[in-house]
């Protein structure tokens, strides 16, 4: 691992939910939104305001790890962070801990998620704390029609990186390559860069056995 991130999703963090982008590595106000982003799915909130990621490119699975003992209904990713969303009712509440793990090239994806799950493991499941993770395999896409898009594209041919259609990328390239999008049309629409990254996201609180379904008990 080469970049190790650490944020908050905190209701003080800035703009509301409905306006605060998910991925955004700034400020960031709702958990609900940040697990839709993570894991590629569409969930809605306690207020109605669904979050759909699901047609972003570039995810490839999700997996939450709960302590033993926790209860069934927390195995459903929606449910789960409404909870917290619930818990952490004051205006100033931190909601989770948030990290971005870039993976080093050469990697399978099997080797990724054991390395995140062992990290989760360690640091929190075994502390009682739910952690979701998500691994996506591709940056940010570049629009094809911005000149920005345009000198970056020269800047990676610079660099040698082998540039390939969407579908066709061979089974075993683990390394730096650029993936071609295109559109219904056939013309080039966006060019995404190969650079996996888990992201991790856990509770500030550990499970409270003892208490109702929804709530927890400070760590």
């Not at 090239?105 to 995140?116: D, E, F, H, R, V």
């Amino acid at each position: 691992m080469y970049r190790f991130e650490a944020r908050i999703i905190g209701r003080s963090q800035g703009k509301s939910a409905t306006k605060a982008a998910a991925h955004n590595t700034g400020k960031r106000s709702s958990a609900v939104a940040s697990a839709a982003y993570l894991g590629r799915e569409s969930i809605t909130d306690a207020k109605g305001q669904t979050w759909d990621y699901s047609r972003h490119f570039g995810g490839a699975g999700a997996k939450l790890m709960l302590p033993a003992g926790a209860p069934d209904w927390m195995q459903d990713r929606g449910e789960l962070w409404r909870a917290v969303e619930k818990v952490e009712n004051r205006k100033d509440s931190m909601l989770a801990r948030d990290y971005i793990l870039t993976m080093p090239y050469g990697l399978t994806q099997k080797q990724m998620w054991a390395c995140a799950q062992d990290f989760a493991r360690q640091h929190f499941v075994s502390k009682g704390k739910p952690t979701d993770i998500g691994l996506h395999l591709y940056g940010e896409p570049w629009k094809a029609w911005s000149k920005a898009t345009k000198a970056k594209v020269e800047d990676w041919k610079a660099q040698g990186l082998p540039f390939y259609e969407q579908g066709r990328v061979p089974a075993d390239s683990l390394g730096p390559h650029i993936l071609v999008i295109r559109g219904k049309q056939g013309q080039v629409k966006e060019y995404v860069r190969y650079q996996p990254h888990m992201y991790i996201m856990t509770t500030f609180r550990k499970i409270d056995r003892a208490a109702d379904a929804g709530n927890a008990k400070a760590a």
